[in-house]
């Protein structure tokens, strides 16, 4: 797990201050150790350079990719690609894991950020084709892969993954993310410079233009409640690769190409027992996998099924207890799940940390939040899971278990509950619906129930003025300018078979998952922690959706396959759990309690949030909902960290308060070439490190 920048240019050189910039932006990502190198694609010369988190033992490593390794030509206008890396040292610990990395005869470089967990199996393979290797890495494996495959290298990884790629002879720069986006790519394309880093701020803060916000994903976040759900990001100009592609940086341009997808005509084959068996015989190995790791692996653990599954079933596979870390409120049992914790903790015999946050830190949290998201949240879970990467960090944990991606990818959510309504409905299964109609009734409440049902056999004109009556406020705070721009909505991917797999795959790919991955990532790595998901294994997210809807929608009963394969391992009380929670968090309590003068304050004084929403109508609704009219907690929370988001990057420009005065030698206020080759120098003989070679 690390973090990744770098920069293209078609004619002239990079520029090298810049990239270091990013370099230094990311250093959270992976403080263990730093790397630049520098490409001539005409004489495929490279320049590897170091930093001041560079350990001494790489320089002396004598690898052809450590800093200082001679290389003809230094001539600052010869290089066009720059990659820069941050480690967080959690596979081979040794020099040999260095990055930026070459393969044996410099041909490649690549800059990597994730893990692949396979890897073992894949060096394997590739050393019986004639692949040799120097250190254990799967970077290297990555590296071995594509000379040996090229671009169908990806579909042979089982892993989370985000890498740049120079390959000299085809003279091109290759961008890949894998399957489902646990792992971010992030970047900026000008036609003449391609630059990408592993988070928006590392592009945004280095670039030589102001900062702008696009429009339409702040009208998506109030009016839709989306983010993360398409390639744009709240940056004008800043793009994301979308999971299961990559792209390609070269002469002929940029171009971007899909490697993976579900497949909606999958069916799996045998009988329900079968498919139990097979749902956990994946599972486990999924689990397996993921406790590769020369450091100690923890887990999350909220006390629900999907982290429960996790921590009991890794829990079977380690030498010593697991060491699991809780966040838990004492404002009620809405926000408390500490019980099903302590049965998950007995079953498994982990070692538990909890921590309980009474909100005095809310607000410093909430601004470093909008800094280290880079874009605006759209729900208080990210505050609980902040205290969580918090509390595995002070313990000296590196990787995580988490049970992410379960409720998306196995029907955990009750609004897939209508979904199977319509689909029984729509089937002509009157009997099953009957079946079906009360006990999500029950759960929903009748109108609910029935409207979520029915909604696509109503005109439309009804629905559209029903939802804005009853909704939760959203886009009547838009100020004219949004309001006025034109909506593409997204719709669930077609093929699917029933309206609750298309929902899932809706959920999966582009609507939740997508911006809970982004959380994760943010959260974890602002604490140099990397966290890593079993359910969202593409073997066992492909079996899943080859599954039919009734072996994740028993009735009532969500995730029903999960409960029938681990119910050997998962205690009862959560097994039987219905509730659904998850690290919540009391920001209701607290927002209509002790912050709520700070939130009018923040929401009410004048400011660039009030270029997008309308004053007035903020003040109306935040009445409502401070008197417990509107139960609106969820849109006050996306306003908060817009606004918070708005101070942080828009309102002031903090590229410039972050560098101090100085005279500019080339465009832009970054130094030259020979001037960070001096510093360096400086700066390497005061510490006394090893000299570098010039070539």
């Not at 988190?53 to 290389?71: K, Q, W």
């Not at 959690?90 to 690549?110: E, F, K, N, T, V």
């Not at 899943?544 to 394969?565: E, M």
């Not at 002031?652 to 510093?679: C, F, I, M, N």
């Amino acid at each position: 797990m690390c973090g990744i920048a770098g920069l293209h240019q078609s004619d002239g050189r990079v520029d090298l201050g810049r990239l270091q910039h990013m370099s230094r932006l990311l250093r959270h990502r992976g403080p263990d150790d730093e790397g630049v190198v520098l490409i001539d694609p005409a004489s495929g010369s490279a320049r590897p350079l170091g930093g001041a988190d560079t350990p001494r033992d790489v320089y002396a490593s004598g690898l052809r990719y450590a800093p200082g390794h001679p290389s003809p030509g230094i001539d600052g206008g010869a290089f066009r690609v720059g990659l820069a890396h941050r480690r967080l040292s959690i596979i081979d610990l040794s020099p040999a894991g260095h990055q930026p990395m070459c393969d044996r005869d410099g041909r490649c470089w690549i800059v990597y950020n994730g893990e692949v967990y396979d890897f073992i199996e894949l060096r394997a393979t590739l050393e019986t084709l004639g692949e040799p290797m120097v250190g254990a890495s799967d970077t290297e494996v990555i590296l071995a892969a594509w000379r040996r495959w090229g671009p169908a290298c990806l579909s042979r990884m089982n892993g989370m993954f985000a890498f740049a790629l120079w390959d000299a002879r085809e003279r091109v720069l290759f961008c890949a993310r894998d399957r489902l986006g646990v792992k971010p790519f992030y970047y900026q394309w000008d036609g003449r410079t391609f630059a990408f880093a592993s988070e928006p701020k590392a592009l945004v803060l280095t670039q030589p233009h102001r900062i702008l916000p696009r429009a339409e994903a702040i009208r998506d976040l109030v009016a839709l409640d989306w983010v993360d759900h398409d390639a744009h990001t709240f940056f004008a100009g800043v793009s994301q690769l979308p999971a299961g592609h990559y792209l390609t940086v070269g002469e002929q341009g940029l171009a971007i190409h899909r490697w993976w997808g579900l497949d909606p005509a999958r069916r799996a084959t045998g009988d329900p027992a079968e498919w139990t068996a097979g749902f956990a015989e994946r599972f486990r190995d999924a689990v397996r996998l993921r406790l590769r790791a020369d450091v100690e692996v923890g887990a999350c653990l909220s006390g629900g099924l999907d982290s429960s599954a996790v921590v009991t079933t890794a829990a079977t596979m380690l030498e010593r207890p697991i060491h699991a870390f809780t966040c838990a409120y004492d404002e009620g049992p809405r926000y408390d799940e500490r019980g099903f914790v302590r049965a998950t903790v007995a079953a498994s015999h982990a070692r538990s940390d909890l921590v309980v946050p009474d909100g005095s830190d809310f607000w410093d949290t909430f601004d470093r939040l909008a800094y280290q998201q880079d874009e605006p949240t759209a729900g208080p879970g990210v505050y609980s899971q902040w205290h969580v990467m918090s509390l595995a960090h002070r313990h000296g944990l590196k990787v995580l278990l988490d049970g992410q991606g379960g409720d998306e990818t196995l029907a955990g959510y009750w609004r897939y509950l209508p979904l199977r309504l319509r689909d029984l409905l729509g089937a002509g299964d009157v009997g099953g619906f009957l079946r079906l109609w009360g006990p999500v009734a029950r759960r929903l409440g009748a109108a609910t129930a029935l409207a979520l049902t029915v909604e696509p056999w109503l005109p439309a004109a009804l629905v559209a003025p029903l939802r804005r009556r009853f909704g939760q406020g959203k886009d009547r705070v838009l100020a004219p300018a949004l309001r006025r721009l034109a909506t593409d909505p997204l719709r669930p991917p077609a093929g699917f078979p029933t309206a609750v797999s298309r929902q899932q795959a809706f959920d999966t790919l582009q609507r939740l998952l997508p911006s809970l991955l982004r959380y994760e990532d943010r959260n974890s790595m602002a604490f140099s922690i990397e966290t890593r998901l079993p359910f969202l294994d593409y073997r066992l997210v492909e079996f899943a959706f080859s599954l039919p809807d009734a072996q994740k929608l028993d009735g009532a009963t969500t995730k029903s396959i999960l409960r029938r394969a681990l119910a050997d391992r998962i205690p009862g009380a959560v097994l039987a759990r219905q509730d659904k929670m998850g690290f919540e968090t009391p920001a209701d309590v607290w927002l209509r309690g002790r912050f709520a003068a700070e939130a009018k304050r923040r929401l009410l004084t004048p400011g660039v949030l009030h270029e997008w929403l309308e004053p007035a109508g903020i003040a109306t609704e935040l009445d409502d909902y401070l008197a417990g009219r509107r139960a609106i907690g969820l849109q006050i929370w996306r306003w908060l960290a817009l606004e918070a988001w708005a101070r942080r990057f828009i309102a002031w420009d903090p590229r410039v308060a972050w560098r101090p005065p100085e005279v500019a030698t080339h465009p832009g206020l970054h130094k030259s070439y020979q001037q960070l080759e001096d510093l360096r120098a400086r700066d390497r003989s005061a510490a006394g490190a090893p000299a570098e070679t010039p070539g």
